[in-house]
């Protein structure tokens, strides 16, 4: 039975060998799968903790310097915490709330002394090298568990060259890891040693908690499990239909909206592409909506998981450096510094809408933030700095940020990733360009430039980004 729990080709076995029979519990250390339903790492937990007969606890640390989160995105995750708790409770399972500085691991299992550690799984750099460390540190078996793919990153075995590649490998597998899971209960409810420390989760955490606040939270996002399910229901009720055809403008509200919450777990995958199969029937717009949820998105995840230079420019192909290194002496039809690019102080109202519904609202439209790191490509000096410049702006404001995604979306803009050559051009050659006369035609770009270019009597930008820094260092 064990065993078997161990050959899921979802599960990797990060530090081997039998779970301590003297060991009081199992624990699930969650990072990236923040939610208690379709959850394949707390399901393995819950299902190794029954076999042992023994009780399971989550333990969720908050690491107060994530790289590039800012109280944007910790507020976010926060208002997930408290039902995430409560759901947790109703599985028989235990949660364990720690801040910085008491958020580490180790010590937290030397008080519970976990028979085995299971884990998620989360290929950027920093989180994969915290499940290294915490491998070597521990004495019992650390298992991880690729919980938030639909197809297990594992069965592709190496970096696909592209969309095309990777589909009929995903295609292949989806009837073996597109189900509904057990979902299973603890038989051993958990209860907390006396005297174990533990936080009630709740916003007020982030009182006086050191992590950047340099960019204010948002209102046109609430963080959490209940409001990504009421999107999912809204988008597969009344714009799955109409999908296809209006995910391209981004002056409709046409797109699900459900990055954030797939970004900090709070809904899986499978139970996205589910809800969206099962109304598959009536509505059109379903398989083009599963080619992005599971198709381009775990082509990123597969991007980041093989690359390891994912964040810079050296990570795209050959073709890709060699053309932009030819052009890059090129004359740039205008150049702008990081600080008037933020601020969304350039000639084309296009970008600076995209600019602005990014710090204003936490997120961009899909297609405007192909067009937007384009620009950067063109504007910027050089095609690194470029990268850099879209990475920082990326992960600083949208609460998809610091995800997989953005990374191979700034790969695929910028350095050709996943792409092909095309026509060359000055400044960009062979990469894929963008015009503003094209792009505006291809949807109602005056309304959406409207909706996005500020009132006349509201501050500029660059003051109210400086008005929202000041704002979110004395925020609650
Ligand atoms: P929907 O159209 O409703 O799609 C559903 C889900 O499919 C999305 O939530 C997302 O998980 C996935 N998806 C959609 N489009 C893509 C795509 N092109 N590649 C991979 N997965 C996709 N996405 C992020 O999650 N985080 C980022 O930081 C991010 N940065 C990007 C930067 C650039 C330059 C570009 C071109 C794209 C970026 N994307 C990023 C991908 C995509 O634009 C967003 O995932 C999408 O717009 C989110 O809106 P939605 O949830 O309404 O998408």
Redesign the pocket.
């Known amino acids: 039975m064990f065993e078997a729990l161990a050959s899921d080709p979802r599960v990797r076995q990060r530090r081997s060998g039998a779970p301590d029979p003297d060991g009081r519990c199992v624990v699930y250390w969650m990072q990236r799968a923040q939610r208690a339903a379709d959850n394949a790492a707390l399901d393995l937990a819950i299902e190794a903790g029954n076999t042992l007969r023994k009780p399971v606890v989550v333990f969720f640390g908050l690491h107060a310097f994530v790289e590039r989160a800012n109280l944007r995105h910790y507020r976010f995750l926060l208002e997930g915490l408290p039902e995430l708790a409560e759901a947790l409770e109703r599985r028989g399972v235990g949660f364990v709330l720690r801040r910085f500085p008491e958020h580490r691991l180790l010590p937290f299992l030397d008080e519970v002394k976990p028979a085995l550690v299971v884990g998620d799984e989360n290929p950027l750099r920093q989180t994969e090298g915290w499940r290294r460390t915490i491998a070597a540190g521990l004495r019992v078996p650390l298992w991880t568990v690729d919980a938030d793919v639909v197809v297990p990153s594992a069965l592709l075995l190496k970096e696909q060259y592209a969309a095309r590649t990777i589909r009929p490998r995903i295609h292949a597998r989806l009837s073996e890891q597109l189900v509904t899971p057990k979902a299973p209960r603890a038989a051993v409810r958990w209860r907390a040693p006396r005297g174990l420390h533990r936080l009630r989760p709740s916003l007020a955490l982030l009182d006086g908690f050191p992590c950047d606040r340099s960019v204010a939270p948002v209102s046109d996002f609430t963080g959490g499990r209940a409001e990504g399910r009421r999107r999912l229901r809204a988008?597969v009720r009344r714009r799955l239909d109409t999908?296809e055809a209006d995910?391209n403008h981004p002056e409709r509200d046409g797109?699900?909206?459900?990055?954030p919450y797939?970004?900090f777990g709070q809904l899986g995958p499978r139970e996205v592409a589910r809800a969206v199969q099962d109304a598959a029937g009536s509505h059109a717009g379903a398989a083009a909506?599963l080619e992005?949820?599971i198709v381009?998105?775990e082509?990123?995840v597969n991007f980041v998981t093989f690359n390891p230079r994912y964040d810079s420019l050296d990570a795209c192909e050959p073709w890709a450096l060699h053309t932009l290194g030819r052009h890059a002496r090129d004359r740039r039809p205008v150049l702008y510094t990081a600080d008037q690019l933020e601020a969304a102080e350039t000639h084309d109202p296009l970008w600076n809408a995209a600019q602005r519904q990014m710090v204003e609202s936490g997120?961009?439209?899909?297609y405007v933030?192909?067009y937007?790191?384009k620009k950067i490509l063109e504007w910027t000096r050089r095609p690194d700095e470029a990268f850099d410049l879209?990475v920082v702006l990326?992960?600083r404001y949208?609460l998809?940020?610091?995800?997989p995604?953005?990374y191979?979306?700034?790969a695929?803009?910028i350095g050709g990733k996943h792409d092909r050559p095309w026509p060359e051009r000055p400044v960009t050659g062979t990469i894929r360009w963008m015009s503003f006369a094209s792009t505006s035609k291809k949807f109602d770009a005056k309304a959406y430039i409207e909706r996005w270019s500020g009132r006349s009597e509201d501050p500029p930008l660059r003051t109210r980004a400086r008005g929202q820094r000041l704002e979110a260092k004395g925020y609650p």
Do not use: K
């Open positions: 988008f999908y995910r797109t699900s909206g459900l990055s797939l970004h909506f992005q949820l381009r998105r082509l990123a997120w961009m439209h899909g933030r192909m937007w790191a879209a990326n992960d949208l998809d940020g610091r995800d995604n953005g191979a979306n700034i695929w803009a």
